[in-house]
Protein backbone atom coordinates (compact mmCIF):
# COMPACT_ATOMS: atom_id res chain seq x y z
CA UNK A 1 0.00 0.00 0.00
CA UNK A 2 1.65 3.28 -0.95
CA UNK A 3 2.19 5.94 1.63
CA UNK A 4 -0.68 8.23 3.04
CA UNK A 5 -1.05 10.69 0.74
CA UNK A 6 -2.79 14.68 0.88
CA UNK A 7 -6.15 15.15 -0.84
CA UNK A 8 -6.10 16.88 -4.02
CA UNK A 9 -8.97 18.77 -4.01
CA UNK A 10 -9.51 18.29 -8.16
CA UNK A 11 -12.29 16.57 -9.41
CA UNK A 12 -10.19 13.58 -10.26
CA UNK A 13 -11.18 12.52 -6.64
CA UNK A 14 -14.74 12.15 -7.69
CA UNK A 15 -16.35 15.89 -8.11
CA UNK A 16 -17.24 17.69 -11.04
CA UNK A 17 -14.23 18.43 -13.24
CA UNK A 18 -12.53 22.03 -12.47
CA UNK A 19 -12.08 24.77 -14.84
CA UNK A 20 -9.03 25.96 -13.00
CA UNK A 21 -6.43 22.49 -12.93
CA UNK A 22 -7.58 22.21 -16.56
CA UNK A 23 -6.82 25.72 -17.39
CA UNK A 24 -3.29 24.93 -15.64
CA UNK A 25 -2.72 22.06 -17.46
CA UNK A 26 -2.85 23.78 -20.58
CA UNK A 27 -0.86 26.29 -19.99
CA UNK A 28 1.84 24.35 -18.26
CA UNK A 29 2.00 21.94 -21.63
CA UNK A 30 2.70 25.20 -23.61
CA UNK A 31 5.09 26.92 -20.99
CA UNK A 32 6.80 23.39 -20.89
CA UNK A 33 7.35 23.59 -24.51
CA UNK A 34 8.84 26.81 -24.83
CA UNK A 35 10.81 26.16 -21.74
CA UNK A 36 12.93 23.26 -23.38
CA UNK A 37 12.72 24.94 -26.52
CA UNK A 38 14.09 28.24 -25.37
CA UNK A 39 16.85 27.04 -22.28
CA UNK A 40 17.74 23.72 -23.89
CA UNK A 41 16.63 22.62 -27.78
CA UNK A 42 17.97 25.97 -28.98
CA UNK A 43 21.53 25.54 -27.82
CA UNK A 44 21.94 23.01 -30.63
CA UNK A 45 21.90 25.12 -33.27
CA UNK A 46 23.42 28.47 -31.64
CA UNK A 47 26.66 26.21 -30.89
CA UNK A 48 28.51 26.42 -34.04
CA UNK A 49 27.65 30.37 -34.56
CA UNK A 50 28.50 31.10 -30.75
CA UNK A 51 32.02 29.20 -31.19
CA UNK A 52 32.90 31.21 -34.16
CA UNK A 53 32.19 34.68 -32.19
CA UNK A 54 33.51 33.64 -28.75
CA UNK A 55 36.79 32.09 -30.86
CA UNK A 56 36.80 28.88 -28.57
CA UNK A 57 36.35 25.08 -29.35
CA UNK A 58 33.14 23.14 -29.88
CA UNK A 59 34.35 21.13 -27.09
CA UNK A 60 34.89 24.05 -24.78
CA UNK A 61 30.95 25.88 -25.60
CA UNK A 62 28.95 22.17 -25.42
CA UNK A 63 30.86 21.89 -21.84
CA UNK A 64 28.90 24.85 -21.27
CA UNK A 65 25.34 23.11 -21.66
CA UNK A 66 26.95 20.00 -19.93
CA UNK A 67 27.54 22.28 -16.82
CA UNK A 68 24.35 24.13 -17.16
CA UNK A 69 22.53 20.39 -16.55
CA UNK A 70 24.86 19.23 -14.11
CA UNK A 71 23.52 22.43 -12.27
CA UNK A 72 19.87 22.04 -12.71
CA UNK A 73 20.69 18.43 -11.29
CA UNK A 74 22.36 20.04 -8.15
CA UNK A 75 19.24 22.31 -7.93
CA UNK A 76 16.89 19.69 -7.98
CA UNK A 77 16.40 18.13 -4.38
CA UNK A 78 16.41 22.26 -3.11
CA UNK A 79 13.88 22.68 -5.24
CA UNK A 80 11.77 19.64 -4.58
CA UNK A 81 11.83 20.70 -1.15
CA UNK A 82 10.70 24.32 -1.66
CA UNK A 83 7.96 22.73 -4.05
CA UNK A 84 6.45 20.77 -1.02
CA UNK A 85 6.64 23.76 1.20
CA UNK A 86 5.26 26.56 -1.01
CA UNK A 87 3.53 25.46 -4.11
CA UNK A 88 4.76 26.23 -7.40
CA UNK A 89 3.50 29.33 -8.00
CA UNK A 90 5.87 31.89 -7.42
CA UNK A 91 8.59 29.19 -7.62
CA UNK A 92 7.86 29.18 -11.69
CA UNK A 93 6.57 32.41 -11.78
CA UNK A 94 9.98 33.80 -10.08
CA UNK A 95 11.99 30.89 -12.22
CA UNK A 96 10.64 32.33 -15.63
CA UNK A 97 11.51 36.01 -14.65
CA UNK A 98 15.08 34.91 -14.06
CA UNK A 99 15.71 32.22 -16.83
CA UNK A 100 14.15 35.52 -19.10
CA UNK A 101 16.92 37.66 -18.03
CA UNK A 102 19.35 35.16 -18.40
CA UNK A 103 18.83 34.52 -22.21
CA UNK A 104 19.01 38.35 -22.52
CA UNK A 105 22.38 37.94 -20.88
CA UNK A 106 23.47 35.16 -23.18
CA UNK A 107 22.76 37.59 -26.28
CA UNK A 108 25.71 39.72 -24.55
CA UNK A 109 28.12 37.52 -23.62
CA UNK A 110 31.82 38.12 -25.13
CA UNK A 111 33.87 34.98 -23.30
CA UNK A 112 33.91 32.02 -22.49
CA UNK A 113 33.76 32.15 -19.13
CA UNK A 114 30.23 34.41 -19.34
CA UNK A 115 28.43 31.44 -21.15
CA UNK A 116 29.18 29.16 -18.36
CA UNK A 117 28.49 31.68 -15.81
CA UNK A 118 25.38 32.47 -18.01
CA UNK A 119 24.32 28.67 -18.05
CA UNK A 120 24.86 27.19 -14.75
CA UNK A 121 21.93 29.90 -14.01
CA UNK A 122 19.91 28.72 -16.70
CA UNK A 123 20.07 25.00 -15.07
CA UNK A 124 19.37 26.32 -12.19
CA UNK A 125 16.36 28.00 -13.45
CA UNK A 126 15.54 25.27 -15.63
CA UNK A 127 14.80 22.87 -12.19
CA UNK A 128 12.46 25.42 -11.17
CA UNK A 129 10.48 25.90 -14.43
CA UNK A 130 10.96 22.58 -16.01
CA UNK A 131 9.06 19.35 -16.05
CA UNK A 132 10.02 18.41 -12.43
CA UNK A 133 8.41 21.35 -10.71
CA UNK A 134 5.27 20.87 -13.21
CA UNK A 135 5.30 17.30 -12.42
CA UNK A 136 4.55 18.47 -9.09
CA UNK A 137 1.75 20.76 -9.46
CA UNK A 138 0.02 18.59 -11.14
CA UNK A 139 0.55 15.62 -8.60
CA UNK A 140 -0.76 17.93 -6.24
CA UNK A 141 -4.13 18.72 -7.99
CA UNK A 142 -5.06 15.19 -9.62
CA UNK A 143 -5.78 11.58 -8.39
CA UNK A 144 -5.42 8.80 -10.85
CA UNK A 145 -6.77 8.43 -13.40
CA UNK A 146 -7.02 11.97 -14.30
CA UNK A 147 -3.51 12.67 -12.85
CA UNK A 148 -2.19 10.00 -16.12
CA UNK A 149 -3.86 11.67 -18.51
CA UNK A 150 -2.96 15.41 -17.10
CA UNK A 151 0.69 14.33 -17.24
CA UNK A 152 0.28 12.62 -20.83
CA UNK A 153 -1.17 16.14 -22.26
CA UNK A 154 1.33 18.10 -20.90
CA UNK A 155 4.17 15.87 -22.36
CA UNK A 156 2.69 14.73 -25.74
CA UNK A 157 2.78 18.81 -26.05
CA UNK A 158 6.34 19.20 -24.85
CA UNK A 159 7.45 16.46 -27.01
CA UNK A 160 7.28 19.09 -29.93
CA UNK A 161 9.52 21.57 -28.38
CA UNK A 162 12.69 20.24 -30.32
CA UNK A 163 10.57 19.93 -33.27
CA UNK A 164 9.59 23.73 -33.10
CA UNK A 165 12.60 25.06 -31.84
CA UNK A 166 15.28 24.16 -33.36
CA UNK A 167 13.88 24.90 -37.17
CA UNK A 168 12.90 28.17 -35.77
CA UNK A 169 16.27 28.65 -33.85
CA UNK A 170 17.87 27.83 -37.64
CA UNK A 171 15.45 30.54 -38.91
CA UNK A 172 16.10 33.47 -36.03
CA UNK A 173 19.93 32.71 -37.07
CA UNK A 174 19.84 33.06 -40.05
CA UNK A 175 18.35 36.10 -40.16
CA UNK A 176 19.43 37.81 -37.12
CA UNK A 177 22.72 36.09 -36.36
CA UNK A 178 22.38 34.02 -32.97
CA UNK A 179 22.40 37.20 -30.44
CA UNK A 180 19.60 38.47 -32.15
CA UNK A 181 17.95 35.01 -32.50
CA UNK A 182 18.22 35.07 -28.33
CA UNK A 183 16.60 38.46 -28.37
CA UNK A 184 13.91 36.54 -30.02
CA UNK A 185 13.81 33.64 -27.92
CA UNK A 186 13.69 35.94 -24.60
CA UNK A 187 10.78 37.78 -26.15
CA UNK A 188 8.66 34.70 -26.16
CA UNK A 189 9.94 32.93 -23.07
CA UNK A 190 8.38 36.22 -21.36
CA UNK A 191 5.66 37.18 -23.27
CA UNK A 192 4.09 33.12 -22.27
CA UNK A 193 6.20 31.29 -19.36
CA UNK A 194 6.00 34.03 -17.35
CA UNK A 195 2.32 34.90 -17.53
CA UNK A 196 1.07 31.96 -17.51
CA UNK A 197 3.01 30.49 -14.71
CA UNK A 198 1.84 33.52 -12.80
CA UNK A 199 -1.56 33.26 -13.53
CA UNK A 200 -2.66 29.67 -13.60
CA UNK A 201 -0.32 27.57 -11.12
CA UNK A 202 -2.10 27.05 -7.71
CA UNK A 203 -2.16 25.23 -4.82
CA UNK A 204 -5.21 23.22 -4.67
CA UNK A 205 -8.45 24.29 -2.69
CA UNK A 206 -8.31 24.16 1.22
CA UNK A 207 -8.96 20.36 2.31
CA UNK A 208 -12.06 19.60 4.30
CA UNK A 209 -12.23 20.61 7.89
CA UNK A 210 -11.29 17.54 9.19
CA UNK A 211 -7.63 17.99 7.48
CA UNK A 212 -8.31 21.57 8.65
CA UNK A 213 -7.87 20.84 12.24
CA UNK A 214 -5.15 18.23 11.73
CA UNK A 215 -3.08 21.37 10.70
CA UNK A 216 -3.99 23.87 13.04
CA UNK A 217 -6.67 25.69 10.35
CA UNK A 218 -3.94 26.86 8.57
CA UNK A 219 -5.83 24.44 5.71
CA UNK A 220 -2.51 22.76 4.49
CA UNK A 221 -2.72 19.07 4.57
CA UNK A 222 -0.70 17.60 7.22
CA UNK A 223 2.99 16.04 5.75
CA UNK A 224 3.85 12.91 6.87
CA UNK A 225 6.70 12.84 8.76
CA UNK A 226 9.96 12.55 6.34
CA UNK A 227 8.64 11.65 3.08
CA UNK A 228 12.04 11.84 1.57
CA UNK A 229 13.98 10.18 4.90
CA UNK A 230 10.87 7.30 4.39
CA UNK A 231 12.28 7.50 0.18
CA UNK A 232 16.03 6.99 1.27
CA UNK A 233 15.39 3.88 3.95
CA UNK A 234 13.78 2.69 1.16
CA UNK A 235 15.57 -0.27 -0.87
CA UNK A 236 13.25 0.16 -3.58
CA UNK A 237 13.98 3.83 -4.06
CA UNK A 238 17.09 3.14 -4.77
CA UNK A 239 16.03 0.61 -7.26
CA UNK A 240 14.22 2.65 -8.72
CA UNK A 241 17.36 5.11 -8.97
CA UNK A 242 19.74 3.01 -10.49
CA UNK A 243 16.62 1.83 -12.66
CA UNK A 244 16.50 5.67 -14.26
CA UNK A 245 20.40 6.16 -13.83
CA UNK A 246 20.97 3.43 -16.49
CA UNK A 247 17.98 4.08 -18.79
CA UNK A 248 18.82 7.83 -18.39
CA UNK A 249 22.47 7.34 -19.29
CA UNK A 250 21.54 4.86 -22.23
CA UNK A 251 19.21 7.40 -24.32
CA UNK A 252 21.68 10.65 -23.66
CA UNK A 253 24.45 8.83 -25.10
CA UNK A 254 22.46 7.24 -28.32
CA UNK A 255 21.30 11.33 -28.56
CA UNK A 256 24.63 12.38 -28.92
CA UNK A 257 26.09 9.81 -30.44
CA UNK A 258 23.53 8.01 -32.99
CA UNK A 259 24.31 11.17 -35.93
CA UNK A 260 28.57 10.44 -35.47
CA UNK A 261 27.44 6.62 -36.00
CA UNK A 262 24.71 6.72 -38.96
CA UNK A 263 27.60 8.38 -40.83
CA UNK A 264 30.05 6.70 -39.74
CA UNK A 265 28.38 3.33 -41.10
CA UNK A 266 28.39 5.33 -44.57
CA UNK A 267 24.73 7.52 -44.63
CA UNK A 268 24.93 10.70 -45.95
CA UNK A 269 24.83 13.12 -43.05
CA UNK A 270 21.58 14.67 -44.33
CA UNK A 271 19.86 11.29 -43.93
CA UNK A 272 21.61 10.79 -40.51
CA UNK A 273 20.04 13.80 -39.24
CA UNK A 274 16.40 13.12 -40.42
CA UNK A 275 16.77 9.52 -38.71
CA UNK A 276 17.92 10.86 -35.37
CA UNK A 277 14.83 13.60 -35.40
CA UNK A 278 12.55 10.22 -35.41
CA UNK A 279 13.47 10.64 -31.52
CA UNK A 280 11.43 13.65 -30.89
CA UNK A 281 8.24 12.25 -32.88
CA UNK A 282 8.92 8.52 -31.24
CA UNK A 283 9.20 9.48 -27.71
CA UNK A 284 5.58 11.01 -27.97
CA UNK A 285 4.70 8.03 -29.09
CA UNK A 286 6.64 6.07 -26.49
CA UNK A 287 4.37 7.94 -24.11
CA UNK A 288 1.16 6.96 -25.82
CA UNK A 289 1.76 3.24 -25.75
CA UNK A 290 2.74 3.31 -21.85
CA UNK A 291 -0.37 5.06 -21.40
CA UNK A 292 -2.83 2.92 -23.27
CA UNK A 293 -0.92 -0.60 -22.40
CA UNK A 294 -0.77 0.22 -18.46
CA UNK A 295 -5.09 0.13 -19.13
CA UNK A 296 -4.10 -3.72 -19.14
CA UNK A 297 -0.86 -4.23 -17.28
CA UNK A 298 1.20 -2.40 -15.00
CA UNK A 299 3.55 0.37 -15.05
CA UNK A 300 6.86 -1.56 -14.31
CA UNK A 301 5.56 -4.24 -16.45
CA UNK A 302 5.48 -2.04 -19.72
CA UNK A 303 8.46 -0.35 -18.88
CA UNK A 304 10.43 -3.79 -18.69
CA UNK A 305 9.07 -4.47 -22.38
CA UNK A 306 9.93 -1.05 -23.65
CA UNK A 307 13.63 -0.95 -21.69
CA UNK A 308 14.22 -4.98 -23.13
CA UNK A 309 12.96 -3.69 -27.06
CA UNK A 310 15.53 -0.40 -26.54
CA UNK A 311 18.16 -3.32 -25.62
CA UNK A 312 17.59 -4.95 -28.69
CA UNK A 313 17.71 -1.84 -30.97
CA UNK A 314 20.96 -1.22 -29.87
CA UNK A 315 22.16 -4.19 -31.17
CA UNK A 316 20.37 -4.22 -33.77
CA UNK A 317 21.89 -1.47 -34.92
CA UNK A 318 25.33 -2.19 -34.88
CA UNK A 319 24.43 -5.69 -36.63
CA UNK A 320 22.30 -3.98 -39.42
CA UNK A 321 22.66 -0.09 -38.95
CA UNK A 322 24.73 0.24 -42.25
CA UNK A 323 21.67 -0.12 -44.11
CA UNK A 324 19.00 2.92 -44.44
CA UNK A 325 16.02 -0.33 -43.49
CA UNK A 326 18.21 -1.15 -40.27
CA UNK A 327 19.03 2.26 -39.50
CA UNK A 328 15.35 3.50 -39.45
CA UNK A 329 13.77 0.17 -37.80
CA UNK A 330 16.69 0.14 -35.21
CA UNK A 331 16.17 4.15 -34.20
CA UNK A 332 12.24 3.90 -34.36
CA UNK A 333 12.63 0.72 -32.10
CA UNK A 334 14.85 2.52 -29.79
CA UNK A 335 13.19 5.69 -29.60
CA UNK A 336 9.83 4.37 -28.46
CA UNK A 337 11.57 4.40 -24.90
CA UNK A 338 12.75 8.01 -24.90
CA UNK A 339 9.83 9.78 -23.58
CA UNK A 340 8.61 6.71 -20.96
CA UNK A 341 10.22 7.78 -17.98
CA UNK A 342 8.76 11.29 -17.69
CA UNK A 343 5.30 9.47 -17.51
CA UNK A 344 6.51 6.65 -15.49
CA UNK A 345 7.90 8.25 -12.56
CA UNK A 346 5.41 10.32 -10.93
CA UNK A 347 2.89 7.22 -11.09
CA UNK A 348 5.83 5.12 -9.42
CA UNK A 349 6.64 7.64 -6.96
CA UNK A 350 3.37 9.19 -6.37
CA UNK A 351 1.94 5.27 -5.98
CA UNK A 352 4.70 3.93 -3.26
CA UNK A 353 5.36 7.08 -1.38
CA UNK A 354 1.66 9.56 -1.82
CA UNK A 355 1.25 13.18 -3.63
CA UNK A 356 2.16 15.15 -0.05
CA UNK A 357 5.78 15.28 -0.12
CA UNK A 358 6.03 14.62 -4.29
CA UNK A 359 8.39 17.13 -5.13
CA UNK A 360 11.02 16.40 -2.39
CA UNK A 361 11.12 12.37 -3.65
CA UNK A 362 11.11 13.52 -7.25
CA UNK A 363 13.82 15.92 -6.50
CA UNK A 364 15.84 12.79 -4.74
CA UNK A 365 15.51 10.90 -7.62
CA UNK A 366 16.00 13.44 -10.30
CA UNK A 367 19.64 14.83 -9.30
CA UNK A 368 21.46 11.63 -10.25
CA UNK A 369 19.90 10.89 -13.05
CA UNK A 370 20.09 14.07 -14.37
CA UNK A 371 24.09 14.00 -13.25
CA UNK A 372 24.00 10.68 -15.30
CA UNK A 373 22.11 11.99 -18.48
CA UNK A 374 24.77 14.89 -18.23
CA UNK A 375 28.10 12.83 -18.13
CA UNK A 376 27.13 9.66 -20.15
CA UNK A 377 28.19 10.96 -23.51
CA UNK A 378 31.08 12.21 -22.13
CA UNK A 379 31.92 8.86 -20.90
CA UNK A 380 30.48 7.29 -24.40
CA UNK A 381 33.02 9.54 -25.81
CA UNK A 382 35.94 8.32 -24.00
CA UNK A 383 35.02 4.81 -24.60
CA UNK A 384 34.61 5.35 -28.61
CA UNK A 385 37.75 6.85 -28.57
CA UNK A 386 39.35 3.78 -27.29
CA UNK A 387 37.52 1.12 -28.97
CA UNK A 388 34.90 2.14 -31.62
CA UNK A 389 30.84 2.26 -31.96
CA UNK A 390 29.96 -1.14 -31.55
CA UNK A 391 30.91 -1.55 -28.29
CA UNK A 392 29.48 1.79 -27.30
CA UNK A 393 26.31 0.12 -28.63
CA UNK A 394 26.92 -2.68 -26.27
CA UNK A 395 27.30 -0.36 -23.42
CA UNK A 396 23.79 0.89 -24.60
CA UNK A 397 22.41 -1.90 -24.40
CA UNK A 398 23.29 -3.29 -21.04
CA UNK A 399 22.30 0.09 -19.65
CA UNK A 400 19.04 -0.77 -20.79
CA UNK A 401 18.85 -4.19 -19.90
CA UNK A 402 20.00 -3.24 -16.38
CA UNK A 403 16.77 -0.64 -16.72
CA UNK A 404 14.69 -3.72 -17.72
CA UNK A 405 15.86 -6.07 -14.82
CA UNK A 406 15.97 -2.88 -12.12
CA UNK A 407 12.14 -2.16 -12.86
CA UNK A 408 11.18 -6.09 -12.77
CA UNK A 409 13.11 -6.22 -9.14
CA UNK A 410 11.16 -3.24 -7.92
CA UNK A 411 7.97 -4.27 -8.72
CA UNK A 412 8.57 -7.81 -7.41
CA UNK A 413 9.76 -6.14 -3.69
CA UNK A 414 6.59 -4.60 -3.76
CA UNK A 415 4.79 -7.54 -4.36
CA UNK A 416 6.65 -9.26 -1.73
CA UNK A 417 5.55 -6.55 0.81
Sequence with gaps: MAAATGAPADAGLGGR??????????????????GYGTLYYAYAVLLEPMAAALGASTAAVTGALTASVIAGALAAVPVGRWLDRHGGRGLMTGGSLAATALLLAWSRVDTIGQLYAVMIGIGVTGAMVLYEPAFAVIVSWYAPPRRDRALLAVTIVAGFASTIFLPLTGLLVARLDWRGALLVLAAVHAATAVPLHAATVRRPPRPGRAASRKTGGRGRPARPPGAARRAVRDARFWILVSTFVAHGAAT?????????????RGHAATFAAAVAGLLGILSVTGRLVLTGARRR??????????FAVQAAAALGLAVAGGTRAGAVLGVTAFGLGFGVASLAVPALLADR???????????????????AKATAPLAGALLLHRTGYGPLLAAVAGCCTLAAAGVLTRAAGAVAR
Design 297 to 306: LSVPTVLAVI
Design 17 to 34: PARQPRRMVAALAVTQTI
Design 252 to 264: STMTVHLVGFLTH
Design 353 to 371: YGTVGYAAVAGLLAAPVTL
